[in-house]
């Protein structure tokens, strides 16, 4: 087994993390006592990092769904039909309602990998002026 050093990203805080790797596969994750801000705490969500990896229930490709709301059928679709899906509902409730009617909202993973620039200038582009963060919660 092999460690490797580095800081935890499910959240905004960034809490130095060791992370324990076996054949490849990520086996465990623990607070790094060593880091100077976290000073070795670790949260639950960040040792909770392998299961999140490799659970059977997580979310590999889009879905689209196919029966009615509450059912839970649900068809793979391509990333492809996926964007274009998404960005024909946008234009569709900017033409009927106005931009003003789409809000922008980012989680804390965002807040750490530089996209707060990037999502606003696409809800500027749109034309809205509606946003919100994990920091208006």
């Known amino acids: 087994m092999s460690t490797v050093k580095g800081v935890c990203l499910n959240c905004f805080a960034q809490c130095g993390a060791v992370y324990h790797v076996e054949d490849g596969k990520l ?8 880091n100077r801000i976290s000073r070795g705490s670790f ?8 299961e999140a990896a490799y659970s059977p229930d997580r979310l590999l490709h889009p879905l689209k769904r196919v029966g009615e709301r509450g059912e839970g059928k649900w068809q793979q679709i391509s990333w492809d039909e996926a964007l274009t899906t ?8 900017k033409e009927k309602y106005g931009a003003e009617s789409i809000i922008g909202g980012q989680g804390a993973f965002g807040l750490m990998q530089g996209s707060v620039q990037a999502l606003n200038s696409f809800w500027q582009s749109l034309g809205t002026p509606n946003r919100f963060a994990l920091t208006h919660i």
């Open 86 to 93: 998404i960005t024909t509902k946008i234009n569709e409730f």
């Open 27 to 34: 086996v465990k994750v623990e607070g790094d006592k060593e």
């Open 43 to 50: 949260c639950a969500k960040g040792r909770s990092a392998p």
